[in-house]
């Protein structure tokens, strides 16, 4: 018996020898933690800020809460700080973050900064704040001083950042992110509840805007045909997310918002490869998000239909970057009341951008604050923008009211009424068809619905060759020969491009280049005082529905010309400009909702600055202002669901 034991004892010595004598190669990333408090959720990075000297006082708190504790950091400039100081600044606090609160005062760390070590030197009483149970004192220098805010502190000393989670509830992302120490991304590894995906910021208290970082702090929710480095871009097709790996780089225009301070929060949410869909009919792959104005179920237009959603939707987002190649930036905008633009083409480099048509694509924002619109728009554009406050007397209007019969209609009047007082313009009527008809080129006889009839078509067809032959190809190879599933709007066109002969897109090159040539020399020509000799307004939004759950025939291909097109196929600006909001009774609440009123400005090519200018003067005119997230671009409140 003893014998038959031995020989399996025996085998499992050796192959635990064999174990122990071998090198086991693993890779073990801390990424951070989640914790409640006060009843919301935060995400505790795995990064360590800075490390102090753990107090009598703050030990035994931190024993007591297991080894975490939360804690407000304040800067005292002397030895004067007290509880005055202190009150001032929680106030300050609580008005200006949206990630601090109350719960951080369990404990105070009092950091006095350009001022001596003191020994004996004992913190300050802060006995009226009776939510502070303990107070510490640190000194630091410049090189280590802690950003004031809310943190997390260890048993050891170690202090993390606090980063508020909250839930996107909406659908405007794809996948939210938290930022590697070498500048990389990575998935964020945390949720809440709300049936959503959880989305992580940091307390705005940590940043300050200097001439370097004018973005500090600033959170940014990115379009998903962005590359980011150690992120997968999805282009809104799930075989091409799961197909290729995470990106080697980040895009230039993204970079250059990092550099300047832009906190990324996520890659949000586009129809597929940028393609203009519909809710519910097109949207395959992905669910389209909710718009959240109204009664909740308004389509969000697309291409940035992510970074719409999310910038309607949501105080603690800031800034979103979309893309525009035929009205994906000012679409989206116009129906959730938000500042958008399509810039003059040319203005921020393509790398690292999903193409659809390069004599199209260009990046822009979708925003509800125009100063942090202007001031990223500045650090995207770089020298490709100069600021002026020169304005052209003339004002053209593209199909405007005349008469007040609604509403939308009353807004645009009154709007139009006051930027002709302030600018002492004149207003004119500008019919594109006849303006063409009277001073087209000579060598051209058709009209201009006739020429640029199928230009948008055919130019976006190019995303056969740039995209999906390339795609096709490397999926086909690696799966015995199969494709990837393809929505029904960009496999639509995808097959009308096939059908072309090859001469059709050379033909459409040359007619945008008739036209853009037309534009700029008789409708908005090049000033050397105000930059553009005039603006072009055309209604942007009147509060029309578009509902989500309609059904809806086939889809088909984006021929014709209208006003929208005048930017696209001109390369000039097209800035969308939220006015208001009109009623209108929904089929989805049976009740009175409200939806955005928007006017959409035009100018000469290169002339964004001028109209970024004219929109700093409107807003300290009290002509225009922000909006709000939510329900109501006026006036907030909460999202119907």
């Known amino acids: 018996m003893v014998a038959r034991c031995y020989l399996p004892v025996a085998s499992a010595l050796l192959l635990l020898s064999q174990f122990t004598s071998t090198t086991f190669a693993f890779k073990f990333t801390p990424t951070g933690q989640t914790v409640q408090l006060d009843g919301s959720s935060y995400y505790v990075p795995p990064d360590v800020v800075s490390t102090i000297t753990v107090s009598k006082h703050l030990k035994k708190a931190l024993d007591s809460a297991g080894g975490l504790l939360p804690f407000t950091v304040v800067n005292a400039g002397s030895f004067t700080y007290g509880e005055k100081d202190f009150s001032q600044d929680i106030a300050a606090y609580t008005a200006r973050d949206d990630v601090f609160s109350k719960g951080f005062m369990e404990a105070v760390y009092v950091q006095y900064s350009n001022v001596s070590n003191q020994r004996g030197f004992s913190a300050p009483r802060l006995s009226s704040n009776s939510s502070v149970s303990v107070v510490t004192t640190g000194f630091a220098s410049n090189t280590s001083t802690i950003p004031t805010g809310p943190y997390f502190v260890t048993s050891t000393g170690a202090v993390h950042e606090a980063w508020k989670l909250f839930s996107d509830v909406q659908g405007a992302f794809l996948e939210t992110t938290i930022t590697n120490k070498d500048g990389t991304f990575s998935v964020l590894p945390a949720n809440v509840e709300g049936q959503s995906l959880a989305i992580a910021v940091p307390s705005r208290l940590y940043f300050t805007k200097t001439e370097e970082k004018p973005l500090a702090g600033v959170r940014l929710g990115i379009k998903d045909i962005y590359d980011i480095a150690g992120l997968r871009t999805s282009n809104g097709n799930r075989a091409w997310y799961h197909f290729y790996p995470a990106a080697n780089e980040t895009a230039v225009t993204v970079q250059r918002l990092i550099n300047a301070g832009a906190v990324i929060v996520g890659k949000m949410k586009t129809s597929q490869f940028a393609n203009g869909e519909v809710a519910t009919a097109d949207w395959v792959d992905y669910h389209e998000p909710f718009n959240p104005r109204g009664d909740g179920y308004q389509d969000t237009s697309s291409s940035s239909s992510g970074p719409g959603a999310g910038a309607a939707a949501y105080d603690w987002l800031d800034l ?234 086939a889809p088909g291909i984006p021929t014709g010309f209208d006003t929208s097109r005048v930017s696209n196929m001109g390369s000039g600006p097209d800035f969308v400009i939220p006015i208001g909001e009109a009623p209108y009774f929904s089929n989805i609440t049976l009740r009175t909702e409200y939806l955005p009123v928007s006017v959409d400005i035009l100018a000469a090519k290169g002339c964004d600055g001028m109209i970024f200018g004219l929109v700093q003067d409107l807003v300290k005119a009290g002509v225009v202002k922000g909006t709000r997230a939510g329900y109501s671009g006026v006036t907030g409140e909460q999202i119907l669901f």
């Open 320 to 553: 979103t970057l979309g893309s525009d190649t035929g009205g994906s930036i000012r679409n989206p905008s116009q129906v959730q009341g938000l500042f958008g633009n399509r810039p003059s083409w040319g203005l921020a480099p393509l790398d690292g951008i999903m193409p659809m048509a390069p004599q199209l694509d260009t990046p822009g924002f979708l925003t509800r604050h125009p100063d942090i619109w202007i001031a990223a728009s500045k650090v995207l554009y770089s020298d490709n923008i100069t600021m002026s406050h020169s304005y052209p007397s003339k004002i053209q209007t593209i199909n405007w009211p005349t008469t007040n019969d609604s509403v939308a209609d009353g807004l645009l009047l009154n709007f139009l009424d006051k930027v002709t007082t302030m600018l002492n313009a004149s207003t004119t009527t500008l019919n594109l068809t006849e303006k063409w008809s009277q001073t087209h080129p000579v060598n051209v006889t058709s009209s201009v619905l006739d020429l640029m009839n199928l230009t948008y078509a055919v130019l976006i067809g190019q995303q056969t060759t740039s995209l999906r032959d390339p795609f096709y190809a490397a999926y086909s190879a690696a799966n015995a020969g199969r494709v990837p599933f393809i929505n029904p709007v960009p496999m639509t066109r995808w097959a009308w491009a096939d059908s072309l002969p090859k001469s059709y897109l050379p033909a459409a090159i040359a007619n945008k280049t008739i036209f853009e040539i037309w534009i700029s020399e008789n409708v908005l020509v090049a000033d050397d005082k105000t930059c553009s000799d005039s603006l072009a307004f055309y209604v942007g939004g009147k509060g029309s529905t578009n509902y989500r759950n309609a059904y809806r025939k």
